[in-house]
């Protein structure tokens, strides 16, 4: 089955405590980002890879960090997490010209 | 800067009345246009996709279409059930670094009455 899996689904952490959201999947897929979802502000893209080893900033990439060494993986790193990054996380990938698809979103909660 | 603007924000109707959602974009230079469905606390759900070569598309109950050149699409559901009450999110690929971004708009949360 296609599918995009994010891991951890729910976390609570405290303030400056580095924490890694885990993306994985299994389509083969060249493209893969990050999003965040915030009421009121919609979904907003964090990071973007085109490829393995190729990443750039999306529209709020401050306060993260992604890496892309193998095709099916992005994780993305929070190496010192504040309340403001507390939102709902989803992971994405595609191919060009064709349907995204998503995970299942990661809530976070910084204390 | 592509924007995404989707109208009404929010939508209750009485089962089986059939209904439109509204999607606009500032700029026509898009690849594609997807219509997602959101349930509460969980992932999108990819509806429809529509090329930007393309009019319309259908699946089921669903038909979306698409007018590039006005920055329009329209997301038609007919016979609403109270399943399909959700928030519906139209999103565009637009070109980003040699590559394509999705860009959403705020979506529309539709509630279907029994």
């Known amino acids: 089955e296609a599918q995009v899996t994010q891991n951890p689904r729910y976390l609570i952490t405290v303030t400056g405590k580095k924490l890694t959201v885990t993306c994985s999947q299994n389509?083969?897929?060249?493209?893969m980002s990050w999003y965040r979802q915030d009421p009121g502000l919609g979904l907003r893209q964090i990071y973007y890879s085109m490829n393995v080893e190729v990443t750039d900033k999306g529209d709020v990439p401050e306060g993260y960090k992604v890496s892309r060494k193998e095709k099916r993986n992005f994780p993305l790193i929070l190496e010192s997490p504040s309340p403001n990054q507390t939102s709902l996380y989803f992971c994405?990938?595609?191919?060009?010209?064709?349907?995204?698809?998503f995970g299942q979103g990661t809530r976070l909660t910084v204390v | 800067k592509q924007e995404v603007t989707q109208i009404p924000a929010a939508l209750s109707v009485p089962e089986g009345e059939n209904l439109v959602l509204n999607c606009s974009f500032t700029d026509s230079a898009i690849y594609n246009l997807q219509w997602f469905r959101q349930d509460p606390g969980k992932g999108l759900t990819s509806l429809l996709l529509?090329?930007?070569?393309?009019r319309e598309q259908t699946s089921g109950r669903l038909n979306a279409s698409l007018d590039k050149s006005s920055g329009r699409s329209t997301l038609y559901i007919a016979a609403s059930q109270p399943g399909d009450s959700a928030t519906y999110l139209c999103?565009?690929?637009?070109?980003?670094?040699?590559?394509?971004?999705?860009?959403f708009g705020k979506g529309t949360k539709l509630t279907v009455n029994p």
């Open positions: 389509m083969n897929h060249e493209y």
């Open positions: 529509i090329q930007s070569s393309q």
């Open positions: 994405a990938s595609k191919s060009d010209g064709e349907t995204a698809f």
């Open positions: 999103a565009v690929t637009s070109s980003q670094g040699g590559s394509e971004k999705l860009v």
